[in-house]
C-alpha cells in the first residue's frame, strides 16, 4: 500500500546534437545530419522519509533481499528538504519495486527538522508491496512502516523463507501471493497494537498533524535507534553471521505476562550457519536502551552433519533457559536427529525436562537422558501434494518407548542403525487418510496443493485454508473433512 498523489511517469530524456550556425546563403556548407535521439526510459517514484522529516538520508532499494546496500547494483538517493526524496528508476530497476524492501540509511549529521542534527544513527525500512506501481504511488518511510517490515522479516524466517529476491518473487505466483497475505496480516496486527489505521500507518502523518501517529512513530525510532546501534556492535562481534536480527519495542502484552509497566523488549537472534544464538531481554529504561535488566529466555542451537550423510543424516541441539514467575531461572534441551530417504524427511525429537536454579548463571542442564516427550515428524511429496505429520508422546503413551535407545545420540553413530529409525517412523500411521490408532499424546497432519492446505488433529478437528486471486485466505472448517462451513 502506498499513499497520496505523486508522480509517477515515464519521461523521454533525449540528447540532440548543436547544429553549428554557418553563415547565409548558398554557398554555406550543409548541416550534417543530426544522429537519431537517445531514449532512454525512466520511471519516477517519489516520497517522504518522515521521523520528523529528515534530510540527509540515504533511501536504497534492496533488489537481492540481503538487507545489504550493494552501491555498486542497488538504486539510491539521499533525501532533502522536508524529508523528500526522488528515484528515476530504469525500467528493469522499476519492475522490482514492488517485490523488494526500500531502506533509509539515516547517518549521524542528517538533520531531522524536528530534532535538529541526529546524533545516532538508525535505519528505517518499507516492506514490498506487491502491488503493481501506479500514478497514485508515493512511499513514505517512517517508523511505522519500518515496524511492518521487522515484523513480516521475522514471520518469513520463522517460516523457513529467509531472503526474498526481486526475481524470486517474479518468477513464483504462489509465493507473491502468499507474501501479500503474511503483509496483510501483519498489518492487522499493528492496526490492533497501535490503535492506528492503516492509512495512518502509511501517511505522512506530519503533514495530516496526526499527534497519534506521531507519537507512535516517536516511541518505536526510540527502539530502532538502539537496535541499529546493537546490531552494529555484533556485526563487529559475530563477523561471519549469516544473519544478525535486533528489535528494541514496547508491548503491553509482555507486560501482562511478565508483570511491568511500559518496559522496553529487545530481542536478539544471531544465525551462523550450523549454530544459533536467540536471547529475549527486557531493558532497563535509561534512555540510551542499551543496558540489560532482566533476561526473559535464552536459545542456543549447534547443529551437525551425523551418521550415514548418503541419507542427509543431521542432528542438532538446543539448549533453552526461561525466566520463572519468581525470577528463578529453569532450563532444558532439545534434542533432534534427522534423516531424508525416498523423497521422506523423517525427524525423531526428544524433548528434555527442564530444571530449575536461582539465577541464570547457575542454569546449567547438561542432560539429555530421559525426555518428557517425543516426537516423530515427517514431511513428503506426492504427485501433486505436500504432506505433513507430527505424533507427539508421553510417558503414559505405550509408543513413548518406540526407539527408546535413541536418545542422547550424538555418541552413539557406531550403535544405531538407520534401518531400525526408518521401521518405527514407517510403522507410523502417517499418511493423511491412515487411522491414528496408536496411543499417542497428540497429532497433526496437513495436506497441501495449489492453493489449498488443509489440516486435522486428533481433536477430530479440521481446517482448509484456501489462498484467494486477490491474496486474501478463506478459511474453513469441518469436523470430518466432507462438510465444510464457517470457522469459530
Known sequence: MFFKKSKFVISLAMTASLAGCGGGGSDAAPAPDKPDPIVVNTISLTG??????????????????????????????????????????????????????MYVDVPVGAIDEDLGEVTEA????????????????????????????????????????GNLTCDELKADTDLRLELKQEIEDVILNLIAHYNLSADQIYSDF???????????????VTGLKAAYKHKKALEKEYPTAAEIRVVIYQDKDKDEEYNFTDAWYRDEIIY???????????????GSLKKVDVVLAKFHEVGISWGDQSLKGWLSIREDVYINADQ????????????????????????????????????????????YERNFNLRYSETDYEYGAEFYFRDMNADFQTLSNWVNVKEKVADLDPADFFTAFDAMPYRFDDEVAVDVSYWRKSKATGNVVIHKNDEGKWRKETKQEDGTTFYECSVDGVNWGDCP
Open 48 to 101: 517522504k522519509v518522515i521521523d520528523g522529516y529528515v534530510s540527509g538520508a540515504t533511501v536504497w532499494l534492496d533488489l537481492d533481499g540481503d538487507s545489504k546496500f550493494d552501491k555498486q547494483t542497488e538504486p539510491s538517493v539521499v533525501s532533502t528538504e522536508s524529508g523528500n526524496y526522488s528515484f528515476e528508476f530504469t525500467e528493469e530497476q522499476a519492475s522490482c519495486v514492488p517485490y523488494s524492501t
Open 122 to 161: 538508525y535505519q528505517m525500512s518499507f516492506p514490498p508491496s506487491i502491488e503493481p506501481l501506479s500514478d497514485d504511488d508515493i512511499r513514505n518511510i517512517s517508523p511505522l512502516t519500518s515496524v511492518i517490515w521487522g515484523q513480516l522479516r521475522r514471520q518469513l524466517k520463522g517460516s523457513g523463507k
Open 206 to 220: 506530519i503533514a495530516n498533524n496526526d499527534s497519534a501517529a506521531y507519537g507512535k512513530a516517536q516511541s518505536i
Open 272 to 286: 551462523m550457519g550450523t549454530e544459533d544464538f536467540i536471547e529475549f531481554v527486557k531493558l532497563k529504561d535509561t
Open 328 to 371: 528463578t531461572y529453569r532450563c532444558g534441551n532439545i534434542e533432534r536427529v534427522s534423516f531424508e530417504k525416498e523423497g521422506i524427511h523423517y525427524e525423531l525429537g526428544n524433548s528434555i525436562p527442564t530444571v530449575t536454579f536461582p539465577t541464570l548463571e547457575e542454569c546449567i542442564n547438561t542432560s539429555l537422558e530421559n525426555p
